[in-house]
């Protein structure tokens, strides 16, 4: 079975400091995995994905994503934090069913940035 | 910007009116989806839309009545709603069938049940 689990419920920065948002799936089989980021009052927005070419994925707003088979994590990463960064963060695995893609959310982290 | 469309951004009804949400998209995607989200929670799943037809009903009350006139629109019926139904309704597209592409979401209907 398809599964997401973030770590985290919440995570609070500085401004200029590194984030890190936690995810762990487990998938019966080689995954699908994107990075979501939901702005208050707005739809959700995908920053990255993972399709089994490169571990190491670049998305949008210079974020980035590694993903470890080792470990069944797909943590996300940034460099430096901006205050446009707040916001709800979903891991999201893909489960293929009946010919569509069936989204499996992780609980979200909500990301606090302080200057 | 996003490429997926929702109106009205925000509704307020009462539990005895008929009210409507719409959904546009024009990227040639194949399947269509309605989600509802509550506060501080993921989305969940209610319907699918697969080439016009519904493939899947997540054992939504029938109070919700979903239609897919065309492969670009996707509506959403409301009728006799209950307060708990007050949240924010998404809509998403996507290529059918593909595992690795991912859905594209509109900003949301925020629905409040007086």
């Known amino acids: 079975a398809q599964s997401v689990t973030q770590l985290d419920s919440h995570v609070s920065v500085s401004e200029g400091t590194p984030v890190l948002l936690r995810c762990n799936y487990s998938?019966?089989?080689?995954?699908?995995l994107f990075w979501y980021v939901q702005h208050p009052n707005k739809g959700l927005q995908l920053l990255l994905k993972?399709?089994?070419?490169?571990?190491l994925v670049k998305g949008i707003n210079g974020f980035e994503a590694e993903f470890k088979k080792s470990e069944t994590s797909f943590h996300l990463t940034k460099p430096s934090a901006h205050m446009s960064d707040a916001a709800e963060y979903f891991c999201?695995?893909?489960?293929?069913?009946?010919?569509?893609?069936?989204?499996?959310f992780g609980a979200g982290t909500r990301l606090a940035v302080h200057p | 910007d996003t490429e997926v469309t929702q109106t009205p951004k925000h509704l307020v009804m009462g539990m005895t009116n008929k009210k409507s949400l719409k959904c546009e998209q024009h990227?040639?995607?194949?399947?269509m989806y309605w989600y509802k989200q509550k506060a501080k929670k993921p989305p969940e799943l209610m319907f699918v839309?697969?080439?016009?037809?519904?493939?899947i009903n997540e054992s939504v009350p029938s109070r919700f009545s979903p239609e897919c006139p065309n492969s670009s629109l996707l509506n959403l019926h409301l009728h006799a709603l209950q307060p708990e139904d007050s949240a924010l309704y998404l809509c998403?597209?996507?290529?059918?069938?593909?595992?690795?592409?991912?859905?594209?979401f509109g900003d949301g209907t925020r629905l409040s049940i007086l």
């Open positions: 999201v695995v893909i489960l293929l069913s009946g010919g569509y893609n069936k989204l499996i």
């Open positions: 993972y399709t089994s070419a490169a571990t």
């Open positions: 998403a597209s996507s290529q059918e069938g593909a595992i690795n592409q991912p859905q594209h």
């Open positions: 839309y697969s080439y016009e037809k519904l493939s």
């Open positions: 998938s019966s089989y080689s995954p699908s």
């Open positions: 990227m040639g995607h194949r399947a």
